[in-house]
């Protein structure tokens, strides 16, 4: 099984193996290194480390530093729309699950039809940094607004929409099993947690990919997506999932759309449309020029670099995705997907400690790409 980037010239691929794969791998022409020598190992290292520091953590005081369960994250939400009088919260559907979807938005202004941006992570559910970095980065627009000058400028031009989680049920049971959905299956996207579905998972079909089921060249030519027992498998239909429906659904009924921002991890890129064909948009000029502003201010944190570039260029063609969509279908301008940290040193296992780091690397990129929205409409 795989994680992170997809090989072109001059790239990698990172492979999780079983212990007897040593001799096969000498064996061929390949230039490797391990990253990770014990991966069940590494796994329950940083699931026993986070867990030492949410019991060490403040009762009052929400700890952004550790990885934090669905039903904190929840908290949170009502905690920021109680406490902050520009910030609502709603709920835009429910799961197969029953859990709610939920959407916090920041407007400062009662102004109508203010620009709106969506910050949207956890289509997968083993990329805990997507969720956690979120709460962060949302925070720090919170608390900073009126003293810095740039979240002031961005605050005051647009309404932000922030998805924490989107796939609650595939997060939720990536916490009950995480030694299942961290190490074994590409948990991502997993919309079911009933007996019969668990019964499926350990059979090997796991479900639906939420990044694969939107309505943009869903029936295309990927054949690996058609098998319903496939880590990146489509769906029954186009929108098959509750999820990727309710996200559409609320996504459309906002009217003034200008960014979408869709973050996930690993690999530290990024993209822009298209994903499903090779080649640019009509609006690659401002894609380029955005994503250049926003890789240099991220990088100028704590030195990270990132690549940028269409979806197909820098990692792989991918059908139904959600950046081709909101770009093709919702007509947003600049949607945007992020690979965060890291490159496969530690992959879906980021240690608690680079959190934080990376927030502020993201938020900085992030804000660098939303002056560059602002002022090229």
């Given at each position: 099984?795989?994680g992170?980037q997809?090989?072109g010239?001059n790239?990698?691929?990172d492979?999780?193996?079983?212990?007897?794969?040593?001799?096969?791998?000498?064996?061929l022409?390949?230039?490797?290194?391990?990253q990770?020598?014990d991966?069940?190992?590494?796994?329950n290292?940083?699931?026993?480390?986070?867990?030492?520091?949410?019991?060490?953590?403040?009762?009052t005081?929400f700890?952004y530093?550790v990885?934090?369960?669905?039903?904190?994250?929840?908290?949170?939400m009502l905690?920021?729309?109680a406490?902050?009088?520009?910030v609502?919260?709603?709920?835009?559907?429910?799961?197969?699950?029953g859990?709610?979807?939920?959407?916090?938005?920041?407007?400062?202004?009662?102004?109508?039809?203010?620009?709106?941006?969506?910050?949207?992570g956890?289509?997968?559910a083993?990329?805990?940094?997507?969720?956690?970095?979120i709460?962060?980065?949302?925070?720090?627009?919170l608390?900073r607004?009126?003293?810095?000058?740039?979240?002031?400028a961005?605050?005051n031009?647009?309404?932000?929409?922030?998805?924490?989680?989107?796939?609650?049920d595939?997060?939720?049971?990536s916490?009950?099993?995480?030694e299942?959905?961290?190490?074994?299956?590409?948990f991502?996207?997993?919309?079911?947690?009933?007996?019969?579905q668990l019964?499926?998972?350990?059979?090997?079909?796991?479900?639906?990919?939420?990044?694969?089921?939107?309505?943009?060249?869903?029936?295309?030519?990927?054949?690996?997506n058609?098998n319903?027992?496939?880590?990146?498998?489509?769906g029954?239909?186009?929108?098959?999932e509750?999820?990727?429906r309710?996200?559409k659904s609320?996504v459309?009924?906002?009217?003034?759309r200008?960014?979408?921002?869709d973050?996930?991890?690993?690999?530290?890129?990024?993209m822009?449309?298209?994903?499903?064909k090779?080649?640019?948009?009509?609006?690659d000029?401002?894609?380029r020029?955005s994503?250049?502003?926003?890789?240099?201010?991220?990088?100028?944190?704590?030195g990270?670099?990132?690549?940028?570039g269409?979806?197909?260029?820098?990692?792989y063609?991918?059908?139904?995705s959600?950046?081709?969509?909101?770009y093709?279908k919702?007509?947003?301008?600049?949607?945007v997907?992020?690979?965060?940290?890291?490159?496969?040193?530690?992959?879906f296992l980021?240690?608690?400690?680079?959190i934080?780091?990376?927030?502020?690397?993201?938020?900085?990129g992030?804000?660098?790409f939303?002056d560059?929205?602002?002022?090229?409409p």
């Amino acid at each position: 099984m795989y994680g992170g980037q997809v090989p072109g010239p001059n790239t990698s691929l990172d492979f999780i193996l079983p212990p007897n794969m040593a001799a096969l791998m000498d064996s061929l022409t390949l230039t490797s290194t391990v990253q990770i020598p014990d991966v069940e190992k590494a796994v329950n290292m940083s699931l026993f480390s986070n867990e030492q520091a949410r019991l060490q953590s403040s009762v009052t005081t929400f700890n952004y530093a550790v990885y934090h369960p669905m039903s904190e994250i929840y908290q949170w939400m009502l905690d920021q729309a109680a406490s902050t009088k520009y910030v609502t919260i709603m709920d835009i559907g429910s799961t197969n699950g029953g859990n709610d979807i939920k959407v916090l938005k920041i407007s400062v202004s009662l102004a109508p039809n203010r620009p709106a941006v969506f910050l949207e992570g956890t289509l997968h559910a083993r990329e805990w940094i997507s969720p956690a970095s979120i709460l962060w980065m949302t925070n720090e627009l919170l608390q900073r607004y009126g003293t810095d000058a740039d979240v002031t400028a961005i605050l005051n031009e647009f309404d932000i929409y922030v998805i924490p989680v989107v796939n609650v049920d595939g997060y939720i049971y990536s916490w009950q099993s995480p030694e299942v959905s961290k190490i074994v299956l590409d948990f991502g996207g997993r919309t079911e947690t009933t007996q019969e579905q668990l019964e499926k998972n350990i059979q090997g079909a796991l479900g639906t990919d939420l990044n694969r089921n939107f309505r943009i060249r869903w029936s295309a030519w990927d054949p690996d997506n058609v098998n319903p027992c496939s880590d990146t498998y489509k769906g029954s239909f186009s929108f098959s999932e509750r999820e990727t429906r309710a996200l559409k659904s609320f996504v459309m009924s906002i009217s003034n759309r200008v960014a979408f921002i869709d973050i996930h991890s690993y690999a530290q890129l990024w993209m822009y449309p298209y994903a499903y064909k090779q080649g640019v948009t009509r609006n690659d000029a401002d894609f380029r020029a955005s994503a250049q502003a926003a890789t240099a201010a991220l990088t100028a944190v704590h030195g990270t670099t990132y690549k940028y570039g269409p979806i197909a260029e820098v990692i792989y063609q991918v059908t139904g995705s959600i950046c081709d969509y909101m770009y093709k279908k919702a007509r947003i301008k600049y949607s945007v997907s992020l690979e965060l940290r890291d490159k496969g040193q530690y992959g879906f296992l980021l240690p608690a400690e680079q959190i934080i780091p990376t927030g502020e690397e993201t938020l900085a990129g992030i804000l660098a790409f939303l002056d560059y929205v602002r002022n090229n409409p």
